[in-house]
């Protein structure tokens, strides 16, 4: 009597065993496959981005004589797209991580060889010129014919200096005033308070393009047109308010009791803001000085508008007389001016990366 | 060391009045404890204790002077928070050395009494830690040697031991209370616990919608609480309440008759569940429910008149649920009030009904 159960029980047990397996196997299916799809997706909308970067740089460092290398263009994509489809390959078929990172170390050992056999004899350092010819553009212009009103160029490393002095002051100012105006609207109240939180956002919101005009006749009448200075308040009152918004979320977060506790310390407001609370938003500081550095890293209108002098130039205005005075024919210092400029808010960025990414941790709240 | 007076202190946020009228006075190296549910402006009265809020009206004596407008640095106060307030990007030793940073106290004597203050709640050798590596007695400790380092005249407690678990709070309330005889600090103790109030305070003050219910001993608040208010917050599990219209020296309650002695009008019965007793008379009930509490036994009595807990002592129970009770209760154990102005009527008492 007992052996017929004991075989049913055993056939159900390995029935449902088959099941569960097969239930797994489907599951781990699904999630391959929505991995792949979902890395597919991802390299295809990422490579509109990628792909002007990566021909800026060859472009910089290949073209020859004013005229962009078509060809070393085509080689170099023909390893790049491979190489980036290889990636996706193996990470598709790897079956576990350690094979995932073999399989990417070789492909790009091949696709480094690849790149090094096919572009890399053509590869020179010709177009950065700029970097030590003061007077480069009589060089380039002999290369591609006389050209008609010239345009004079500064020093690159002078315009440089520039945009290091706009970016730089206009930072330190918006740091410096965005930290002590956040404090203040996130600690305390006062009549028009939330007024003035809503007309923060409010500010932010017009395109401050359209005030270019009256900015122009202010800066006349008070006779910083044409000055670095000039531009660094228009530039610091453009990006306050935002600045402020920011900081007022980090302050927010920081607890009231850590600042009473300061002051039965023995700290005054003062030195409790310096020693206490200022620490605790030394990361929302970080990331509003990057994002300030490199917004007026970049500016272009408003330089271009308000500056005229060359001595005034930055590296934006700088880069667009490159493109100006030599009409478009030689693409090569055009890129490697290009790369030049990009090359400090690469830096910046990666260095701050980590601070950039704790903002949405900070939170903006009102 | 410091007395403290309150003298027709009143606090108002606005229109909002936190505190009407406050009168209080902790003597020199006394223990006190500001027990009160949220909301009844303990919280408030700390605060303008440690300066950091003004009073809005009255006078606040430290010593027998006046102290209202002396900034929170100057009034050498200790404080630890609900949440410990540490300073998170400072080590341990950097956070009890904080308060003699502005005391211009020498390096060496600074780093001396830090060593002496961190013995004293035994973090010594936490002292190069970071708060965020510390457990939440730890965290507590450390704040409470910051708080103790500038031999504060004051030292206050805001509701210090709700972050820590359960055996954690009992230690701790042990620690504190003997390091509070051990220093003769006056201190002031903010809670809505009870049990934290009675075990640590010398005197409790009871608030309630920011006015002063009764000060009184531990003791005096559990045996004699001067309100409805008083006798329901203190005393776990809480006193049942049996409301009724008193005639001709006998209180009915639903039904059950209580002989009274002393008052009269409507009145409500205070019992402890711990003064109930099951015996042959007194007022019947059926047992819905039994909680062990391990060395008491808490029952939940159904009545005419309501609910009602019994507390026995022993650790198995010797009675059922579903059985039919008779509870009874000596007189003097009886607390009477009266139901309109919910204060106590001294000196009045009932008697189980037989």
């Known amino acids: 009597m007992a052996a017929p159960v004991i075989s049913t029980a055993s056939v159900a047990a390995s029935e449902s065993a088959v099941h569960w397996d097969a239930l797994a196997a489907r599951a781990r299916a699904v999630r391959r496959s929505k991995a792949v799809v979902l890395y597919a997706f991802l390299i295809a909308v990422s490579l509109p981005i990628v792909l002007p970067y990566f021909w800026l740089v060859t472009i910089a460092f290949s073209a020859k004589t004013g005229v962009a290398e078509t060809a070393v263009l085509w080689r170099s994509m023909a390893v790049l797209v491979p190489t980036v489809i290889a990636f996706w390959l193996t990470a598709a078929v790897a079956q576990s991580r350690r094979h995932t990172w073999i399989g990417i170390a070789a492909v790009s050992a091949i696709g480094a060889l690849a790149f090094a056999w096919l572009v890399g004899p053509d590869l020179h350092l010709g177009n950065f010129i700029f970097l030590w010819e003061p007077d480069f553009a009589s060089v380039v212009r002999s290369r591609v014919g006389e050209i008609k009103g010239a345009v004079q160029f500064p020093n690159v490393w002078h315009a440089f200096g520039n945009s290091i002095l706009i970016a730089g002051a206009q930072t330190a100012i918006v740091v410096t005033v965005a930290s002590l105006a956040a404090y203040y609207l996130s600690r305390f109240q006062f009549p028009g308070r939330s007024s003035m939180l809503r007309s923060l956002l409010v500010l932010h919101a017009f395109p401050v393009l359209t005030l270019i005009v009256p900015m122009f006749l202010m800066l006349y009448w008070i006779g910083l047109l044409d000055t670095l200075f000039g531009v660094i308040l228009v530039l610091v009152a453009f990006e306050l308010p935002f600045a402020i918004f920011i900081m007022k979320g980090f302050f927010d977060a920081v607890p009231w009791d850590i600042e009473m506790s300061a002051l039965t310390d023995g700290a005054s407001r003062r030195q409790a803001f310096a020693r206490v609370v200022l620490p605790q938003v030394r990361n929302g500081i970080l990331a509003i000085a990057v994002f300030t550095f490199i917004r007026g890293w970049e500016e272009y209108i408003f330089v271009f508008t308000f500056l005229i002098r060359n001595s005034n130039w930055t590296m934006s205005l700088y880069m667009y007389w490159v493109r100006d005075d030599v009409m478009g024919v030689d693409y090569g210092v055009v890129s490697a001016v290009g790369v030049f400029y990009l090359v400090p808010s690469l830096i910046l960025y990666m260095a701050a990366q980590r601070y950039l990414m704790q903002m949405s941790i900070g939170g903006v709240k009102g | ?150 031999e504060p005249q004051l030292l206050l407690l805001d509701e210090p031991l709700s972050n820590l678990d359960a055996s954690l709070r009992l230690s701790m309330r042990t620690e504190l209370k003997s390091l509070q005889a051990q220093l003769g600090v006056t201190t002031v103790l903010v809670t809505h616990d009870q049990i934290e109030a009675t075990t640590m305070a010398d005197r409790i003050i009871c608030m309630r919608a920011g006015e002063i219910e009764q000060v009184g001993t531990p003791d005096d608040l559990y045996l004699r609480p001067s309100s409805l208010f008083v006798a329901g917050f203190i005393g776990s599990p809480p006193i049942n309440l049996l409301s009724g219209e008193a005639e001709g020296g006998t209180v009915t309650v639903n039904g059950a008759r209580f002989p009274v002695e002393g008052a009269s009008g409507s009145l409500t019965i205070g019992l402890r569940p711990e003064h109930l007793r099951f015996g042959h008379t007194g007022f019947s009930g059926r047992i819905a429910q039994i909680e062990p509490m391990g060395r008491e036994i808490l029952y939940v009595v159904e009545t005419g008149m309501g609910a009602v807990r019994v507390l026995e002592q022993g650790s198995s129970p010797a009675h059922s649920t579903g059985e039919q009770v008779n509870i009874g209760f000596l007189s003097e154990d009886s607390l009477v009030f009266d139901t309109a102005r919910e204060k106590l009527i001294a000196g009045a008492h009932v008697r189980a009904p037989t």
Request: glycine share 8%.
């Open chain 2, 1 to 150: 060391m410091a007395k403290i007076e309150f003298r027709n202190v009143v606090k108002r946020f606005g229109a909002v009045e936190v505190i009407p009228e406050m009168n209080l006075v902790i003597e020199d190296g006394e223990f006190v404890a500001l027990l009160g549910p949220s909301g009844c402006g303990k919280s408030t009265s700390l605060f303008m204790l440690a300066g950091i809020y003004l009073p809005s009206g009255g006078e606040l004596l430290f010593d027998g002077h006046v102290v209202n407008e002396v900034e929170t640095r100057d009034r050498n106060v200790g404080i630890v928070f609900q949440s410990y307030a540490l300073y998170p990007h400072m080590s341990v030793r950097d956070n009890i050395l904080f308060p003699l940073r502005f005391k211009k106290t020498p390096r060496d004597e600074a780093l001396a009494r830090v060593k002496a203050a961190a013995d004293l709640v035994r973090v010594l050798e936490l002292l190069d830690r970071r708060p965020s590596e510390l457990s939440g007695g730890q965290q507590q400790r450390v704040a409470l040697a910051r708080a103790l380092v500038k």
